[in-house]
């Protein structure tokens, strides 16, 4: 089993920043991609932005503010979310990939992001 633990959410005005981390422990043998995704009240979950191989993809709605990193050694990965804008506010989860041949998802059980006034 692979736990899956965020951090790094809180409260900030619009404009600001916030940097999340999630760390991947366990059983972990080979760690295929890793990813940040929100889910807003009353909507569905999205992908905010994932790594995976080397390449980097985002939504469209955080490119140019959220930047994304990985430390393979660590097993953690980062989201640097700069410009924050109210729309920003979710519950974000990371998910972790992991696996050879066969794949498994794990998920964290998210952390809070608000961006108000």
């Known amino acids: 089993q692979v736990q899956v633990v965020e951090s790094g959410g809180g409260l900030v005005q619009p404009g600001g920043s916030l940097r999340l981390s999630c760390v991947a422990s366990?059983?972990?043998?080979?760690?295929?991609?890793m990813g940040w995704y929100r889910q807003a009240p009353g909507k569905e979950r999205e992908l905010v932005a994932r790594?995976?191989?080397?390449?980097?993809n985002y939504a469209d709605s955080v490119k140019g503010r959220f930047t994304i990193s990985r430390d393979n050694a660590k097993n953690t990965v980062y989201l640097q979310m700069n410009s924050l804008e109210p729309d920003d506010t979710a519950v974000y989860y990371c998910?972790?990939?992991?696996?050879?041949?066969?794949?498994?998802?794990?998920w964290g059980k998210g952390t809070l992001v608000t961006v108000s006034s």
């Open positions: 998910n972790v990939v992991e696996g050879i041949i066969n794949f498994t998802d794990y």
């Open positions: 366990g059983s972990v043998f080979a760690i295929r991609a």
């Open positions: 790594v995976a191989s080397g390449r980097t």
